[in-house]
């Protein structure tokens, strides 16, 4: 089977669905919530977001694609936000291979050939 | 299969003019890097910034226990970080028992849990790795993960973990294989011991540690292990710390003995045999006496060695490409530009034959080399005064001469040395040792009293030591340092 993807909001929800999985390679975009038109307020995911999708068909069999949304932008900002605490991430958007310490953040995930280095080398 | 790669939009190089030997006019690469360590990374780093097309190849041969790591070296995976590390761990659980006098309460007894060290220094460590990784791609660094070996003068054969054969030409090559810990050649070494390759991903804790080895890896790994409330023993051949200021190197000893080290001295082990297999099973030693017959054995779950050091420049075909090395300590010589004896081809780090093994000269050495060799730069890797830190339990920085080269190149009576034992304000209220801190400078007294060489034993030693090396190389003497007032309270006043 090839990959699939599972789209989540909130980190409760991003936990039970990676769980889930266990087992099997998950790689996780977080991104800023999105309005009624389908934009998020954070200018690089929406940048990012088209990259990365363009990349996913490098994604190694059996994985599983998780696009996380985060919360709105004053969630994002508390320091204290269960993602920045548990998952210690420091910025959206964020691409990480989960359970490793491989992650893109920001500007990098602009970058195909890392996006691609990613999902396709150990 | 083999393949050769020839890239044909490659710009055309000179031809070389090489007596009879044709020469390819265009390279895959304008560099190959041997070796993902500290100095290779910079210098690849460093080269793409000038544009030029460079590949890094990196392969970590697995120990005879089966442990192996990602791109970075020696320092980022088996070496200064994860020794930093536990060091700090080590450093941390004196703290608790200190706190108690400052007022802290706690009623459990503290223990440790090595497990959970390991899992947070190696994940560290793999961040690192990734690190790595990302900003070779971002700088458009060709990696791969493969053993290179010289087949031609400007061809390097790369094998992977497959088994899988590529060549690659290069008009420049960087050689910084870096080395590997020596085993002892008995009966026993290679199956039951463990070097400082296999400690820091240890996934079981050793236990009752024998340490053979006298050197700083040695004495720093004996230090936290003990420190992290295990038992140790360091078996010592003859000195401790060779090549460092003896008077310093027995001061660490006996601190180290006072804080429940134990030491064997003037005995190599002969032989290991296993008693019994787990993770850790135990292990028995036989050693003998360097100074008559003397046998003696010990029970221990675990043998570290850490008995030296040896470059990895016998399996990667320099015989190939006539690059002369010492046959019998395996360094590489070169000149003061790092260039070995064929011109093409380079070298820097750790298996360079008289120079410093440490990161940071590995580094300065190879972001050099490159700004010469590609930014018509002209300057050259000085290695005088380089500042050092062996990270005991007692921490030891040193910058310069050490009492007894200083007495050799100068004689005694050229010299002064100045010293003072010091008791660090942080130590006075938990009733730590108030004699062990110490302090001395050697002082060149025909030169102005040019202070030539530093040396402090007490906390935070790396940190006092790094801005001593700098007055030193501006050519610090006694006198400056007088008029310099100090911080107060602060160990560095002294």
Redesign the interface.
Same mark, same amino acid.
């Given at each position: 089977m090839g990959w699939e993807e599972m789209q989540v909001r909130g980190y409760p929800e991003f936990v039970r669905t990676a769980q889930s999985y266990h087992g099997r390679p998950i790689f996780a975009l977080f991104c800023g919530d999105k309005d009624a038109e389908g934009r998020s307020w954070c200018p690089d995911c929406v940048t990012a977001e088209p990259i990365v999708r363009k990349e996913l068909h490098n994604l190694p069999d059996e994985s599983v694609f998780i696009y996380c949304l985060v919360g709105d932008r004053a969630y994002w900002k508390d320091p204290n936000n269960e993602f920045r605490r548990n998952l210690k991430l420091t910025g959206v958007p964020t691409l990480l291979k989960y359970g490793t310490p491989q992650k893109l953040v920001e500007e990098e995930c602009f970058k195909a050939e890392l996006v691609r280095m990613l999902f396709t080398e150990d | 299969s083999v393949q050769a790669h020839k890239e044909e939009d490659n710009p055309q190089k000179t031809m070389e003019v090489n007596g009879l030997t044709p020469v390819p006019d265009s390279y895959d690469y304008d560099l190959i890097v041997i070796g993902g360590g500290s100095g290779g990374l910079a210098a690849a780093k460093e080269a793409a910034k000038y544009g030029k097309k460079v590949m890094v190849l990196d392969f970590v041969t697995p120990t005879p226990q089966g442990s192996s790591w990602g791109l970075g070296g020696t320092c980022v995976n088996v070496g200064c970080i994860p020794k930093k590390l536990m060091h700090q761990a080590a450093l941390l659980g004196q703290a608790l028992q200190d706190s108690r006098k400052f007022g802290w309460q706690f009623t459990e007894e503290v223990e440790h849990n090595w497990m959970t060290m390991t899992e947070s220094v190696q $994940?560290?460590i793999?961040?690192l $790795?990734?690190g790595y *990784?990302?900003a070779l *791609?971002?700088t458009k660094v060709t990696y791969e993960n493969a053993y290179g070996e010289f087949v031609g003068p400007h061809t390097i054969k790369a094998t992977n973990k497959k088994g899988i054969e590529k060549l690659y030409t290069a008009e420049r090559f960087i050689i910084a294989t870096g080395e590997r810990p020596r085993y002892l050649g008995i009966p026993g070494d290679k199956e039951y011991c463990i070097s400082s390759d296999d400690l820091f991903s240890l996934p079981y804790c050793p236990g009752k540690t024998l340490v053979v080895g006298a050197s700083y890896v040695a004495l720093e790994c004996a230090g936290f292990l003990a420190g992290l409330g295990l038992d140790v023993t360091v078996m010592v051949r003859s000195i401790l710390l060779r090549g460092f200021d003896q008077d310093m190197a027995n001061k660490i000893g006996e601190y180290m003995k006072e804080h429940g080290v134990n030491f064997i001295r003037e005995f190599v082990p002969i032989k290991v045999e296993q008693v019994e297999e787990g993770t850790p099973g135990i292990l028995k030693v036989t050693a003998k006496s360097t100074t008559g017959g003397q046998m003696i054995e010990g029970e221990y779950n675990t043998v570290l060695l850490a008995i030296g050091r040896d470059p990895c420049t016998r399996k990667i075909g320099l015989d190939k490409v006539g690059v002369n090395i010492n046959e019998k300590t395996g360094k590489i010589p070169v000149n003061d530009e790092e260039q070995t004896n064929v011109p093409h081809i380079y070298a820097v780090g750790d298996i360079l034959q008289g120079k410093l093994e440490l990161t940071p000269v590995a580094i300065q050495a190879g972001r050099l080399l490159v700004r010469r060799l590609y930014a018509g730069e002209t300057t050259k890797c000085d290695y005088v005064n380089v500042p050092t830190t062996v990270f005991t339990p007692l921490e030891y920085g040193a910058c310069g001469y050490s009492e007894e080269t200083a007495v050799e190149k100068f004689g005694e009576e050229n010299i002064e040395v100045y010293h003072s034992h010091f008791w660090p304000l942080e130590w006075t209220v938990p009733s730590r040792d108030n004699n062990k801190c110490y302090a001395k400078i050697i002082c060149n007294i025909q030169d102005n009293e040019r202070v030539i060489g530093f040396h402090v034993l007490g906390p935070n030693a790396g940190e006092v030591t790094q801005g001593f090396a700098a007055a030193i190389k501006c050519g610090l003497t006694k006198e400056q340092l007088d008029s310099t007032i100090g911080i107060h309270p602060v160990c560095a006043e002294v």
């Open positions: - | $994940n560290y793999g961040s $790795n990734w *990784r990302v *791609r971002d």
